[in-house]
Protein backbone atom coordinates (compact mmCIF):
# COMPACT_ATOMS: atom_id res chain seq x y z
CA UNK A 1 0.00 0.00 0.00
CA UNK A 2 1.19 3.62 -1.41
CA UNK A 3 -0.09 6.40 1.26
CA UNK A 4 0.20 10.02 -0.07
CA UNK A 5 0.27 12.59 2.48
CA UNK A 6 -0.45 16.28 1.64
CA UNK A 7 -1.00 19.62 2.50
CA UNK A 8 0.13 22.95 2.38
CA UNK A 9 3.37 24.10 4.77
CA UNK A 10 3.03 23.83 8.34
CA UNK A 11 0.20 21.54 8.33
CA UNK A 12 2.50 18.85 10.18
CA UNK A 13 3.65 16.60 7.15
CA UNK A 14 7.33 16.41 8.55
CA UNK A 15 6.28 16.04 11.92
CA UNK A 16 4.00 13.43 11.16
CA UNK A 17 6.68 11.54 8.91
CA UNK A 18 8.72 11.61 12.42
CA UNK A 19 6.20 9.69 14.26
CA UNK A 20 5.36 6.79 11.72
CA UNK A 21 9.12 6.42 11.24
CA UNK A 22 9.39 6.47 15.23
CA UNK A 23 6.33 3.37 15.40
CA UNK A 24 8.55 1.39 12.92
CA UNK A 25 6.84 2.66 9.65
CA UNK A 26 8.31 3.17 6.00
CA UNK A 27 7.82 7.26 5.61
CA UNK A 28 9.44 9.72 3.40
CA UNK A 29 9.73 13.37 2.92
CA UNK A 30 9.52 14.63 -0.20
CA UNK A 31 11.49 17.65 1.61
CA UNK A 32 13.40 16.47 3.64
CA UNK A 33 14.50 13.18 1.91
CA UNK A 34 15.84 14.97 -1.25
CA UNK A 35 13.09 14.38 -3.41
CA UNK A 36 12.53 17.89 -4.48
CA UNK A 37 14.22 20.21 -6.33
CA UNK A 38 13.67 24.33 -6.77
CA UNK A 39 12.29 25.12 -9.73
CA UNK A 40 13.02 28.62 -11.80
CA UNK A 41 10.22 30.07 -10.23
CA UNK A 42 10.77 30.04 -6.70
CA UNK A 43 8.83 26.90 -6.28
CA UNK A 44 10.04 23.31 -5.50
CA UNK A 45 9.07 20.32 -7.86
CA UNK A 46 9.31 16.33 -7.08
CA UNK A 47 12.25 14.58 -8.73
CA UNK A 48 10.48 12.42 -10.35
CA UNK A 49 12.27 9.31 -11.15
CA UNK A 50 13.63 9.34 -7.02
CA UNK A 51 9.85 9.32 -6.06
CA UNK A 52 9.13 6.79 -8.80
CA UNK A 53 12.29 5.10 -7.47
CA UNK A 54 10.86 5.08 -3.44
CA UNK A 55 7.35 4.03 -4.58
CA UNK A 56 8.65 1.29 -6.28
CA UNK A 57 10.51 0.15 -3.29
CA UNK A 58 9.14 -3.91 -3.37
CA UNK A 59 10.63 -4.10 0.10
CA UNK A 60 8.05 -2.17 1.81
CA UNK A 61 4.77 -3.71 1.85
CA UNK A 62 2.99 -0.26 3.34
CA UNK A 63 4.99 3.09 2.53
CA UNK A 64 4.17 6.55 3.47
CA UNK A 65 4.93 9.74 1.36
CA UNK A 66 4.59 12.75 2.35
CA UNK A 67 4.78 16.11 -0.10
CA UNK A 68 2.93 18.37 -2.12
CA UNK A 69 3.54 18.88 -5.24
CA UNK A 70 1.81 19.31 -8.66
CA UNK A 71 3.90 16.57 -9.31
CA UNK A 72 2.11 14.41 -7.27
CA UNK A 73 -1.07 13.83 -9.69
CA UNK A 74 1.54 11.77 -11.63
CA UNK A 75 1.71 9.01 -9.37
CA UNK A 76 -0.97 6.37 -8.02
CA UNK A 77 -1.55 6.28 -4.47
CA UNK A 78 -3.51 3.27 -2.88
CA UNK A 79 -4.69 6.28 -0.38
CA UNK A 80 -4.77 9.58 0.30
CA UNK A 81 -4.13 11.81 3.68
CA UNK A 82 -4.83 15.78 3.60
CA UNK A 83 -3.14 17.20 6.48
CA UNK A 84 -4.85 20.90 7.51
CA UNK A 85 -4.73 23.57 10.17
CA UNK A 86 -6.28 26.89 11.08
CA UNK A 87 -4.41 29.22 9.29
CA UNK A 88 -3.04 30.96 13.20
CA UNK A 89 -1.62 27.01 13.69
CA UNK A 90 -0.01 27.37 10.37
CA UNK A 91 1.24 30.39 10.74
CA UNK A 92 2.74 30.24 14.05
CA UNK A 93 4.53 26.55 12.67
CA UNK A 94 6.13 28.20 10.32
CA UNK A 95 7.03 31.23 12.43
CA UNK A 96 8.95 29.07 14.70
CA UNK A 97 9.85 25.86 12.87
CA UNK A 98 13.59 24.86 13.13
CA UNK A 99 14.06 22.05 10.50
CA UNK A 100 13.25 23.96 7.60
CA UNK A 101 14.04 27.69 7.29
CA UNK A 102 10.91 27.71 4.42
CA UNK A 103 7.81 29.89 6.25
CA UNK A 104 9.92 32.03 8.60
CA UNK A 105 9.53 35.29 6.78
CA UNK A 106 5.79 37.07 6.47
CA UNK A 107 5.96 36.56 2.87
CA UNK A 108 6.69 33.17 2.86
CA UNK A 109 3.95 33.04 5.24
CA UNK A 110 1.13 34.77 3.39
CA UNK A 111 2.43 32.64 0.43
CA UNK A 112 1.59 29.64 2.12
CA UNK A 113 -1.92 31.06 3.17
CA UNK A 114 -2.87 32.04 -0.25
CA UNK A 115 -2.11 28.52 -1.76
CA UNK A 116 -4.15 26.91 0.88
CA UNK A 117 -7.03 29.03 0.06
CA UNK A 118 -7.18 27.66 -3.99
CA UNK A 119 -4.86 24.27 -3.28
CA UNK A 120 -6.44 22.74 -0.19
CA UNK A 121 -9.80 22.56 -2.30
CA UNK A 122 -8.46 20.55 -5.16
CA UNK A 123 -6.99 18.57 -2.24
CA UNK A 124 -9.79 17.59 -0.60
CA UNK A 125 -11.63 15.90 -3.48
CA UNK A 126 -9.13 13.51 -3.86
CA UNK A 127 -8.81 12.98 -0.28
CA UNK A 128 -9.89 9.73 1.45
CA UNK A 129 -8.98 11.10 4.59
CA UNK A 130 -9.11 14.86 5.83
CA UNK A 131 -6.93 14.89 9.19
CA UNK A 132 -7.12 18.67 11.04
CA UNK A 133 -3.60 18.81 12.87
CA UNK A 134 -4.46 21.32 15.51
CA UNK A 135 -3.96 18.19 17.90
CA UNK A 136 -0.96 15.85 18.87
CA UNK A 137 1.02 14.21 16.57
CA UNK A 138 0.71 10.55 18.00
CA UNK A 139 -3.11 11.37 17.32
CA UNK A 140 -2.74 12.29 14.03
CA UNK A 141 -0.67 9.11 13.27
CA UNK A 142 -3.49 7.23 15.25
CA UNK A 143 -6.37 8.55 13.16
CA UNK A 144 -4.05 8.00 9.38
CA UNK A 145 -3.33 4.70 10.74
CA UNK A 146 -6.63 3.74 11.93
CA UNK A 147 -7.98 4.74 8.28
CA UNK A 148 -5.83 2.07 6.57
CA UNK A 149 -6.57 -0.19 8.86
CA UNK A 150 -2.98 -0.60 10.58
CA UNK A 151 -2.50 -0.86 14.81
CA UNK A 152 -1.14 2.73 16.08
CA UNK A 153 2.02 1.09 17.48
CA UNK A 154 2.32 3.86 20.17
CA UNK A 155 5.16 1.95 22.00
Given at each position: ?24 F ?84 R ?45
Open positions: MRVLITGVSGTGKSSLVLELRRRGVAYDADDDGLTEPKGDGTWAWRIERIRSVLDDQHADLLFLAGCSEEQSRFRFDYTVLLTAPDDVIVERLRTRTSNPFGRAPAERRVLDDKSWVEPLLRRVADLTVETAIPTADVADAVLGAIGQPPHRG
